[in-house]
């Protein structure tokens, strides 16, 4: 399950549904060839050191570079509580979440300055944009027109980072300088990291089907002989011998075999019912019953809700948005006017867990700012807004 102070809202979903318990998210089938991503991101590491010390002056050495398959809980066990993030998701080629986490202290050693600000985040955020494209350069002629976002750099609580879902491929890289040392994580999910192993000539993502040749029981608890073939539904396993009757000894001169013994030593009896002497009856036909799927929630659903009922989620109020090119970040100073996206006494829009729920507009209590809600949407535009 996702850390204590926030859950997701396909947890959300699955609790709600009944589908899964508590303790069940991040388990998947999925399996990510690490030993083909590991050889490719051996080969890059010196274009990340030069990103890095280029960009900042430094002279980092990399000691380490690990692959490893990892889901959220663990991953979120390795960042400082204070995080720095940086998102440039993949959007062409192969397409999902990508993304890099640092301390914010690793941050400060790099821009050399003595507390966070938002200088430290550009640059770091052109760093992790430099090896975002130096990766995709490097597997570019294996993958047509692998394209990445523009990064988005964000620095806060561990417990708000967005994570990919299920099983995901992280890079450790471990960096050293002056006696300290600094780890940078990339986090790849799933589809993509199998996406580039493939490309890379490595494995399948998911457990290997069953074999093509291997024969699948069929319905109907048919018996199926060692080395052969097993028969169509309605089909006499036993070729051309004759079923015996009721009665009768089916071998000549031998006893005849008790009732509900099986006639063949070592042979499985063949069902009754839709086994002829000729071997071919009509199959009995049904036609498939679906549950109504508009009932109301159970009382299964209802105690499941009563298990998220004490998990803290973040709620926000977002005034506006913009994007902007990183050289006007970096020329920003104070009093520097940022235009947004919104019109003035425009309603804003209020989050829970970086989605939207509501529209309210903005009020002050006592010296403190807080939101009065106005709307909120229906479960059509919140859906709309899932991407």
């Known amino acids: 399950m996702s850390d204590g102070s926030t859950i997701s809202q396909d947890e959300i979903d ?49 000691s380490s570079v690990a692959v490893e398959s990892m889901t959220r809980d663990p991953m979120l066990s390795k960042l400082t509580d204070d995080v720095v993030s940086v998102y440039a998701d993949f959007n062409a080629g192969l397409t999902g979440e990508h993304s890099f986490f ?12 003595d507390s966070y600000s938002d200088d430290v985040g550009a640059m770091i955020q052109e760093i992790m944009g430099n090896i975002a494209g130096a990766e995709i350069t ?22 708000t980072v967005r994570m990919p879902e299920g099983v995901f491929a992280l890079v450790t890289y471990v960096l050293t300088i002056d006696g300290g040392t600094y780890e940078l994580y990339e986090v790849i999910s799933s589809n993509v990291a199998s996406g580039l192993a493939s490309a890379l000539g490595g494995g399948e993502s998911k457990n290997s089907a069953p074999a093509a040749n291997a024969q699948q029981p ?6 199926q002989m060692g080395g052969m073939q097993q028969p169509m539904m309605g089909m006499n396993p036993m070729a051309g011998m004759q079923q015996p009757m009721m ?6 001169g031998m006893q005849q075999p008790m009732m509900g013994m099986n006639p063949m030593a070592g042979m499985q009896q063949p069902m009754m019912g839709g086994m002829g002497q000729m071997g071919i009856t009509p199959p009995n036909v049904q036609s498939v019953q679906y549950p109504n799927l508009q009932g109301n929630m159970g009382t299964g659903e209802q105690g499941n809700i009563g298990l998220i009922m004490d998990v803290f989620m973040e709620m926000t109020v977002e005034l506006g948005r913009t994007k902007k090119q990183i050289r006007e970040i970096l020329g920003m100073g104070e009093g520097t006017i940022i235009e947004l996206d919104k019109l003035a006494g425009e309603p804003v829009d209020i989050l829970v867990n970086h989605k939207p729920i509501a529209k309210g507009e903005v009020v002050v209590i006592d010296e403190n700012f807080g939101v009065r ?15």
């Open 138 to 159: 490097d597997i570019g002629s294996k993958v047509a027109g692998l394209a990445s976002d523009p990064p988005n750099v964000n620095n806060g609580l561990k417990a």
């Open 102 to 113: 640092i301390s914010p202290e690793f941050a400060q050693k790099i821009a050399g300055a």
């Open 14 to 62: 699955a609790l709600l549904g009944g589908a899964v318990s508590v303790d069940s998210f991040g388990s998947s089938d999925v399996k990510i060839d690490t030993d083909t991503l590991q050889k490719f991101f051996d080969g890059v590491k010196a274009k990340v050191l030069n990103n890095i010390n280029g960009t900042s002056g430094k002279n980092f050495e990399i």
């Open 373 to 387: 809600v106005t709307e909120i949407l229906s479960p059509m535009e919140r859906v709309s807004d899932v991407h």
């Open 218 to 223: 069929m319905m109907g608890g048919m018996n």
């Open 247 to 252: 009665g009768m000894n089916p071998m000549g």
